[in-house]
């Protein structure tokens, strides 16, 4: 299997250890098999898999993950109110997953833009809801969206934010001119390390993940084995305009700080708000410290 991570657009950013991050940097997806998930069919991408993954899995997870999964375009308010506007200019698209039973929904700041703009979102079962941008943090990539959606299948975050260097991660996406993605990869480091700014977007740090990504998959959702959140795609990376087949990922300590400021949150949430990939393991908080 294959999970896509999300990507910014085609900018090329330079940083240390001769890096550089495109965000929706269109990258190359293997050909792979297509599941079902009730009105959506998914395309798989293993070209970053570990060889100890099964694809064949993959029907599995995706049946348990893709009924919180959006695509998201984002426009200008236009005239009326914020959930009965008239569409104004078409500004961003991206991928998203839901957080709550009645709408509320995470993506990335550089998809949701601005408080206020308008949001037409896709769901899982093929029906399209309006809603709206209602918080951005664009100095850690986050933003959060309420959708006219009721009886919404949240995801479900892990319980603890610690990960393993090498484990398998999987996520959602849907890149530009392709069908909805679903892309297995896995954990390259807990911290690039780096400080990574982009426009009026960035973020203080990020995980590192083996994980091919293209242009309109930013926001969208990583989960693990279990089908459990552990983080959110942002950006890819590239070198002298190669993808290097990795992707940046916002973690959950961070996901959930910003969405338990915004809105209330659940136990496990709030629990998440207060941890920090810091305390993990010493094992798994490697950071990526080579020249790519």
Same mark, same amino acid.
């Given at each position: ?17 001769a890096?550089?991050v495109?965000g ?8 792979g098999?297509?599941l079902? /998930? ?13 060889t100890n993954?099964?694809?064949a ?16 375009? +984002?426009?200008?308010?236009? #005239? ?21 039973s009645?709408?509320? /929904? ?5 998809? #949701? ?9 896709? /769901? ?9 941008? +209602? ?10 969206? @309420?959708?006219?959606? @009721? ?21 959602? #996406? ?41 242009? #309109? ?6 989960f ?17 305009? @190669? ?10 300590p ?7 400021? @915004?809105?209330?949150?659940g136990?496990?949430?709030?629990a ?21």
């Amino acid at each position: 299997m294959h999970l896509m991570a999300a990507m910014r657009t085609g900018r090329r950013y330079h940083l240390p250890l001769a890096l550089a991050v495109a965000g929706l940097l269109a990258g190359c997806a293997s050909a792979g098999p297509r599941l079902d /998930a009730s009105v959506r069919q998914y395309d798989v991408a293993t070209d970053t898999a570990p060889t100890n993954v099964d694809p064949a899995a993959a029907s599995g997870l995706l049946g348990r993950v893709s009924p919180s999964f959006v695509t998201l375009v +984002v426009s200008e308010a236009g #005239g009326g109110d914020i959930f009965n506007a008239s569409p104004g200019r078409g500004v961003s698209s991206g991928s998203g997953y839901i957080v709550s039973s009645d709408g509320l /929904a995470l993506s990335a700041a550089h998809v #949701g833009a601005r408080a206020g703009y308008r949001v037409t979102a896709r /769901a899982s079962n093929g029906r399209i809801y309006e809603g709206r941008v +209602v918080a951005l943090k664009a100095g850690n990539d986050i933003s959060l969206i @309420k959708l006219r959606m @009721k009886g919404a299948v949240p995801v479900r975050p892990a319980a603890s934010p610690c990960l393993r260097v090498g484990q398998p991660v999987f996520s959602l #996406g849907r890149p530009r001119g392709s069908r909805d993605t679903l892309r297995i990869g896995s954990v390259k480091a807990l911290s690039f390390g780096h400080k990574v700014r982009y426009g009026r977007y960035g973020y203080p740090d990020a995980l590192v993940l083996r994980m091919n990504t293209r242009r #309109g998959e930013s926001g969208g959702p990583v989960f693990n084995e279990r089908g459990e959140l552990v983080a959110m795609v942002v950006s890819t990376l590239s070198t002298r305009g @190669k993808p290097l087949k990795l992707a940046h990922a916002i973690p959950l300590p961070a996901l959930a700080r910003f969405y338990c400021a @915004k809105a209330a949150c659940g136990p496990r949430w709030r629990a998440l708000a207060g941890t920090s990939m810091a305390a993990c393991p010493r094992q798994t908080a490697g950071k990526v410290q080579e020249r790519l």
